[in-house]
């Protein structure tokens, strides 16, 4: 970086699984760090101690321009949101209200606080039904759900607003986030999480019976879903290093996908967990889920092209074993509570 003050960083969302891991990767590279959230999903455990947390909304002006001048906020990393896709189809006003209306509010506060940096927490739903797969940046954008509408909708806004004022962003479109913190810090902690790997250790622990299979005639090697798995810390990591990258830079705005570029299926993933855990996970075959897509496996060139991003974690059986270890730690903070 060719900056000698790193800015003070807001985190919104950052009582959450991937806000949290975020805070985290920031406080272990020096950065002063704070979080807004509403804990309405998010936990106050998650958030250390010495950070200060504004329970809050993003939608809330007034609080925001506080947080910006007693903090001293020089970037914004926004992961606040509601991120069920099924849910989103059963309620879309509820997403585009959370997801969108208050993005448009929090980028107002930012614009007017003169905070020049806006990391935003997108997702591969943007994408929709890929014709193809590996998925690149070019590849179309046609979302299928109210979900990654939302999600679009926001880069739309970052788009239109860096381009008339003193705001650059990365838009960083997930693919899907797994694992736990290596130290056992924080993790996916939310009940009745519908992230496969989330619900695969939930069962090896026996909080679950059994792990539904959703679709087994894809054109796929053994006709389940297959999916590509990023490390949350490695994704965490990819936010630090665009960070620097837009300060570096304060010209360019990004749009990346975050992704190790290699898929798994939804068998391969069960029986991962079976190894790791020495345990059989009971499989219950059902339906194809409206909207699944056979295979989203993300291209990671351009980020691995623009940012000096080396991933860490990029092995299915380390992802499952720090899930593991984090469930059995959730267990003993729900028993001392």
């Known amino acids: 970086m060719n900056t000698t003050r790193k800015p003070s960083v807001l985190v919104t969302g950052g009582a959450g699984y991937i806000g949290s891991h975020a805070v985290l990767a920031l406080k272990d590279n020096g950065w002063d760090v704070a979080v807004i959230d509403n804990l ?103 979302p299928i759900n109210p979900y990654g509408w939302s999600k679009l909708m926001t880069e739309q806004m970052l788009s239109d607003t860096a381009a008339v004022h003193g705001l650059n962003y990365c838009a960083l479109r997930y693919f899907n986030v797994a694992g736990a913190d290596p130290q056992a810090r924080s993790g996916q902690s939310t009940a009745g999480a519908t992230h496969l790997i989330k619900v695969a250790v939930e069962a090896a622990l026996g909080k679950r019976d059994s792990v539904a299979v959703f679709g087994t005639d ?27 990258a837009l300060i570096d830079q304060p010209d360019r705005s990004l749009t990346m996908n975050c992704g190790y ?63 593991l270890s984090w469930e059995r730690k959730l267990t003993q903070i729900r028993e001392d509570d």
Not at 133 to 141: D, H, K, L, N, Q
Not at 223 to 233: E, F, L
Request: net charge negative.
């Open 218 to 244: 894809y054109d796929t090697p053994d006709g389940t879903g297959v999916r590509d798995y990023i490390h949350v810390s490695d994704l965490a990591a990819a936010h630090v290093l665009a960070l620097e």
């Open 40 to 142: 309405t999903t998010g936990f106050r455990f998650a958030v250390p101690d010495d950070v200060p947390l504004y329970e809050g909304d993003i939608e809330d002006a007034d609080l925001l321009a506080r947080i910006f001048a007693e903090q001293q906020i020089g970037a914004v990393m926004h992961f606040a949101g509601s991120i069920i896709v099924p849910e989103s189809v059963e309620d879309p006003l509820k997403y585009y209200h959370n997801n969108t209306v208050k993005s448009r509010a929090l980028i107002d506060s930012t614009v007017k606080a003169g905070v020049p940096h806006f990391i935003f927490s997108s997702t591969a739903a943007t994408y929709g039904m890929p014709e193809t797969s590996p998925v690149t940046e070019g590849s179309a954008r046609v």
């Open 261 to 323: 570029g290699r898929g798994f299926s939804v068998l391969e993933v069960l029986d991962a967990v079976d190894r790791v855990t020495n345990l059989q996970i009971e499989r219950r075959i059902e339906g194809r889920r409206a909207g699944d897509p056979g295979s989203l496996v993300a291209d990671p060139s351009l980020i691995r092209k623009q940012l000096p991003w080396k991933p860490r974690f990029d092995d299915l059986d380390v992802i499952i074993d720090h899930a």
